[in-house]
């Protein structure tokens, strides 16, 4: 039987051959079953036909291209559902220091920065986390011993926690003065109440607000950079959760990705998120100009409702081991975001709320449930981003509400070996719960949160599969809470399919079916014949295809002549 077609004309503009086509979706969840599709046909950017390459090959025309994969794997393209896309963009040529093992060789990183900056010049990066040494948190004097005359600020890895240097806290005007802000803390050295230049949570927009924002050229590279940098890992669409200390910023970055829509250089498919604090801002956008296309999409709004656990600031039940004063705090005057989210729901946009702990877990579920009873026929897709820990009970009732869960895999491998520590045994079992979730019915979405965690979908399936990680002294320490280990299938569908579904987008990409967007990956190798541990090490994306055009291919990388 000739293949289905998605209009009359049976001419494809591309076919490609010699492939194992894994078309995804849920009905492919299970595996990939052989023998699978071997060709597909393109037309107009969308899927024309897959089959065998005799019934594909019956749509050849006089115009149409044949194209050999050799053999590729081919598979949906990844769903990043969680990015900063300006920050990650701008971090590719910061100061990195994910994973400096050390204080002496955190404090000669930024000296070396020093070498490459101009004098008065700011220094700006991070990815540092205490937990990668002895767990005692920098401050400014290391800061001021390796760079006196630059103004320093350094996030860490979780962006809920970053360290200043003197000159930086001069020119944000804190001192030992300074009161804490609203849903912030600045740590201060005892006695003197100087600022050691800890800074939590909100506390961050005053060095934010010091630093000067980029210029448009600066913003256009960088959501340029990181576009590029999630093509070379297979990604071609990302739901972007704009700038984490600064509403301006993110409205610039979002305006600018129209800008570059409109211009055709846009080369991913970008779900785009703006601050609840401005929802009736965002509505007034969507009245006026709608919610975008298959390629910009807005209508999302993003809000907070705690910190983060290696900043001790998640909000739990329970306070953390050794600090019995502290259970974490919400981040948000709780009764104005609860406020902000019903409105916001009330005129049609989609909230996606962070919430680390398990007490923040509990208080949107809360929320969750209310706003759905309150819209019983709307497809509401609220979301949940990280719910990282969670207690049984919250992960029996994430089934039964129109929740998608937003998740890291990649978080737990930087939070395993140090968790227990600050939860203790019980408690840490309850960190990270995917297979729990899915077993209840929740939906999943998988992301990397970047510049949180590196933008590395393969790494991510790996993780959420085989939650092998490394101990505090480096070795494997095998699979951490084995029980909560996906299934291959699953975890590539939370990466795929799961994403398109957290951006209503799985009407037009997530799956290859005929009449959807061409948008897939070329792997080098079947990642169901590769033992998980090895993912990594075997497979690699030759290709990313995104709208049926060629975006990504790595022989071109690696010669140097991709664009």
Not at 45 to 65: H, I, N, Q
Not at 284 to 308: P, Q, T, Y
Not at 413 to 424: E, I, M, N
């Amino acid at each position: 039987m000739p293949p289905k077609k998605i209009d009359g004309s049976p001419a494809a503009d591309w076919i490609l051959t010699d492939a194992r086509i894994w078309p995804g979706g849920p009905e492919w969840a299970e595996g990939a079953p052989s023998p699978l599709p071997t060709t597909m046909a393109l037309r107009h950017g969308r899927v024309l036909a897959l089959g065998s390459r005799d019934e594909v090959m019956t749509l050849r025309g006089p115009g149409t291209a044949v194209h050999s994969l050799e053999g590729g794997f081919v598979m949906p393209g990844f769903v990043d559902a969680h990015v900063h896309l300006q920050v990650g963009g701008l971090a590719l040529h910061r100061l990195d220091l994910r994973g400096v093992a050390s204080p002496e060789e955190f404090i000669q990183r930024v000296a070396d920065r020093t070498r490459s900056t101009p004098e008065g010049g700011w220094i700006l990066g991070g990815d540092w986390s205490q937990e990668d040494w002895d767990g005692t948190l920098p401050n400014r004097e290391w800061l001021d011993r390796a760079a006196p005359n630059h103004p320093v600020f350094l996030h860490r890895r979780d962006l809920h926690m970053g360290v200043a240097n003197s000159l930086a806290l001069a020119l944000a005007r804190i001192h030992a003065d300074t009161p804490d802000p609203d849903n912030g803390h600045i740590d201060r050295a005892p006695g003197s109440g100087e600022p050691t230049g800890i800074l939590r949570e909100w506390a961050i927009r005053s060095v934010a607000e010091a630093i000067p924002p980029p210029s448009e050229g600066e913003r256009r590279s960088a959501l340029r950079a990181g576009a590029l940098h999630a093509l070379s890992h297979g990604v071609t669409q990302l739901h972007d959760k704009g700038a984490l200390h600064s509403t301006q910023e993110s409205w610039r970055s979002f305006r600018l990705l129209q800008v570059l829509r409109a211009e055709g250089r846009l080369p991913v498919r970008v779900v785009a998120s703006l601050p609840l604090e401005d929802w009736e801002g965002v509505a007034e956008l969507v009245a006026a100009e709608g919610r975008g296309d298959e390629w910009l999409r807005w209508g999302r709004v993003k809000a907070f409702v705690d910190g983060s656990l290696g900043s001790t600031t998640a909000w739990f039940h329970e306070p953390y081991l050794g600090e019995p004063w502290n259970f974490g705090a919400p981040i948000s005057d709780l009764d104005e975001l609860r406020r902000d989210l019903i409105r916001a729901v009330d005129s049609g946009l989609h909230p996606a709320v962070h919430a680390i702990g398990d007490r923040a877990n509990d208080w949107i579920l809360d929320v969750y449930e209310e706003i759905g009873r309150a819209h019983p026929d709307r497809d509401l897709r609220l979301r949940v981003e990280h719910g990282q820990h969670m207690t049984p009970s919250a992960v029996e009732r994430a089934g039964s509400v129109d929740v998608v869960y937003s998740v890291q895999p990649l978080h737990l491998v930087d939070d395993a070996s140090w968790t227990h520590h600050k939860l203790g045994p019980e408690r840490e079992k309850e960190a990270f719960p995917f297979r729990s979730l899915e077993r209840a019915g929740a939906r999943l979405a998988f992301g990397s949160d970047w510049t949180v965690a590196p933008l590395h979908p393969l790494a991510a399936v790996q993780s959420a599969v085989t939650r092998r990680v490394r101990g505090a002294d480096g070795v494997p320490a095998g699979a951490w809470i084995p029980e909560e280990r996906m299934r291959l299938g699953h975890a590539l569908l939370a990466h795929t399919y799961g994403g398109a579904v957290a951006g209503f987008m799985e009407g037009e990409t997530g799956s290859l079916a005929v009449g959807k967007r061409a948008d897939f990956v070329v792997l080098s190798n079947n990642p169901f014949e590769v033992v998980p541990d090895h993912l990594l090490e075997e497979v690699r994306v030759e290709m990313t295809f995104v709208d049926g055009i060629l975006a990504f291919k790595l022989e071109d990388a690696l010669s140097g002549t991709g664009s």
